[in-house]
């Protein structure tokens, strides 16, 4: 099974969880600037929420790499929602993409709220989600 992780950040949290992502799974994070190259089966991808949604270069990258994405699954960080997986799935829809059921999901430090989010523990529970996700996967 191919593996490929990409993120997108402003302020570095979302990087944090990608980063945990990577190497929890063995595969190298990068950020949604480098295209997929061959097909990803599973596509761990990390974005957050800037006005109430997804920011346009994530929904960018869905779309230019289609063709190579097998199934997304999505982590991020915000400061109030609870989860990504809705925008990216309106967009992911469209295309024909699948997106995940299961996701992570944590605070991010949005400047003095929820300082120092991601934490220690949403690092190692980044991980785990990962770990968990593709055995089950398999
Ligand atoms: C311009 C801007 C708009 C934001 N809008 C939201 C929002 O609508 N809902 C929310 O939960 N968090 C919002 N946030 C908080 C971010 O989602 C949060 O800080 C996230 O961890 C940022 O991740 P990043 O550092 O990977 O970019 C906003 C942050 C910024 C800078």
Partial sequence: ???AIRYYTR???TKKLAEAVAEAVSVEAKD????LTEKADILFLGSSYYAFDA???VKSFISDNKDNIGKIVCFGTSAMMKSMRKPIAKAADKLGVAVADEEFHCRGQFGKIHKGRP???DIEDAKKFAIHFLSSAK
């Fill in 1 to 3: 099974m191919n593996i």
């Fill in 11 to 13: 302020s570095g949290n």
């Fill in 32 to 35: 949604i600037t480098a295209p």
């Fill in 55 to 57: 920011d346009d270069a």
């Fill in 119 to 121: 934490n220690e523990k």
